[in-house]
């Protein structure tokens, strides 16, 4: 397969994923008590697995290499590692943030009561469903072509800036949309070399699926003031620290296990080149 198709298939799933899922974004939010919201909401997160699904039926490349398998035997440590990490990397900042901004920060913990439980993981068990769609559809279809065409690395920070652009249709209801859109780019650009070791590494979209379930769902312990939040560049990037620190954590596990691969198509057709 040459660049050229390869780009090809890389924008037929972009146009219609950014544009119609930041449409449905928008719906979604714009009226949150409607009893559409929450539909709207998840039909925007499944739709990047629709769209992957119905592409590689149409030109009978099949699903078998869109990750979705357990491979608990091969993964098992990733699995792990998406749990146990991800818990970590979601808390990883707030003591940071109280020890150094204790007069703008809050502590917010409760122990929560048995129905809250319940209701948590109802709402999480639709939440890793609904990562699952995204993860599918990001990772499984689109990073394998954005990393043949690119190499490893660059296909990370596209990506990431991809996913980014994809929320824009939320950003319109945010306090900060210019500056949440710079640290959701930035985030996402880190986080995801750490979900490309954990799928390179497992085989297996559920890890990923998994981890941004858990970053998704996990109370936040602190609130912070949001005017001194977005308007202050030090609290920012302290509260980015653990991203950065995984991203370098996946980085060393890609290159350590060899998963570093170069470009790896041809840049034209044959019959372009006679």
């Known amino acids: 397969m040459t660049k050229r198709s390869i780009l090809k298939q890389i924008i037929v799933f972009l146009i219609p994923c950014l544009v119609i899922s ?38 009978k490349e099949g699903w078998n290499n869109l990750g979705i398998a357990f491979n608990i035997k091969k993964g098992w440590k990733m699995y792990l590692l998406s749990i146990i990490g991800t818990t970590a990397m979601a808390y990883l900042a707030d003591p940071l943030m109280l020890l150094i901004f204790s007069e703008d920060v809050s502590t917010t913990f409760t122990l929560p009561q048995i129905k809250d439980v319940a209701l ?34 660059p296909a990370c920070a596209v990506l990431g800036t991809i996913r980014a652009v994809w929320h824009i249709g939320i950003l319109f209801f945010i306090e900060y949309p210019v500056v949440s859109f710079i640290e959701l780019m930035l985030s996402n650009i880190f986080l995801q070399l750490f979900m490309i ?21 996990l109370p936040i312990f602190l609130v912070y003031e949001s005017k001194w ?27 350590r296990n060899g998963l570093i691969e170069k470009p790896s198509v041809m840049q034209s057709d044959n019959s372009d080149q006679t």
């Open 22 to 59: 930041n449409i449905l974004w928008y719906l979604g939010y714009s009226d949150q008590t409607s009893d559409n919201s929450m539909m709207f909401v998840m039909l925007a997160g499944f739709l990047p697995a629709a769209l992957a699904l119905i592409i590689t039926k149409v030109t």
């Open 120 to 153: 948590a993981m109802l709402i999480g068990t639709a939440c890793l469903i609904e990562c699952l769609g995204e993860e599918l559809g990001w990772i499984g279809y689109l990073f394998p072509r954005l990393e043949r065409v690119m190499g490893t690395i």
């Open 197 to 217: 070791y954990m799928f390179k590494k497992s085989g297996s979209l559920f890890p990923c699926s998994i981890s941004h379930g858990i970053s998704n769902l």
């Open 229 to 255: 939040y977005y308007t202050s560049v030090v609290p920012m990037v302290i509260s980015m620290l653990p991203a950065l620190i995984f991203a370098a954590l996946g980085f060393l596990g890609l290159k």
